[in-house]
């Protein structure tokens, strides 16, 4: 898969997992101890992944924000990194009491811990290590003489 290709499909995955955080037949309802402040659309989505309303607006804003990167390479790369900086961060704050409902405003916690931390190593690999074959042979070229 190439880097613009990731961009794509974790931007459709994003808006569609932000646009399903509202719709209630997918929420089942979180934990009462819960400290978020924050409670439209507060739920776990598909019973496994704490959400509320800005949580599942932030999904959208980096689902439209990877569906847009995907026009170029650049811009692919550059939002592979974003996210991959990004949700290591979100994972670390999910394991940290406080940090992890973000000041009560957006649950970082239980199972979202481990799936920001391997969206975090996907976005990582295609923003720092993966090399596209098609920018490597358009940044390649090669000349030959006829004599």
Same mark, same amino acid.
């Given at each position: 898969?190439?880097? @613009?290709?990731? +961009?794509?499909?974790?931007?459709?995955?994003?808006?569609?997992?932000?646009?399903?955080?509202?719709?209630?037949?997918?929420?089942? +309802?979180?934990?009462?101890?819960?400290?978020?402040?924050?409670?439209? +659309?507060?739920?776990? $989505?598909?019973?496994?992944?704490?959400?509320?309303?800005?949580?599942?607006?932030?999904?959208?804003?980096?689902?439209?924000?990877?569906?847009?990167?995907?026009?170029?390479?650049?811009?692919?790369?550059? %939002? +592979?990194?974003?996210?991959?900086?990004? %949700?290591?961060?979100?994972?670390?704050?999910?394991?940290?009491?406080? $940090?992890?409902?973000?000041?009560? $405003?957006?649950?970082?916690?239980?199972?979202?811990?481990?799936?920001?931390?391997?969206?975090?190593?996907?976005?990582?690999?295609?923003?720092?290590?993966?090399?596209?074959?098609?920018?490597?042979?358009? *940044?390649?070229?090669? *000349? *030959?003489? @006829?004599?």
């Amino acid at each position: 898969m190439s880097t @613009r290709y990731f +961009s794509l499909v974790l931007g459709i995955i994003f808006l569609l997992v932000g646009i399903a955080g509202f719709v209630p037949g997918l929420l089942h +309802s979180p934990e009462p101890a819960a400290d978020v402040q924050v409670t439209q +659309s507060f739920g776990r $989505l598909m019973g496994l992944f704490p959400v509320n309303a800005l949580h599942n607006v932030v999904h959208i804003i980096f689902g439209i924000w990877g569906i847009a990167a995907y026009r170029s390479y650049t811009g692919a790369r550059g %939002y +592979s990194k974003a996210v991959a900086i990004i %949700y290591a961060v979100l994972a670390i704050m999910g394991i940290i009491p406080g $940090l992890n409902t973000t000041f009560g $405003l957006i649950p970082l916690y239980g199972h979202d811990i481990w799936l920001h931390a391997v969206i975090a190593i996907a976005a990582a690999y295609f923003g720092f290590v993966a090399t596209d074959r098609e920018v490597a042979r358009s *940044t390649t070229t090669t *000349t *030959t003489h @006829r004599i």
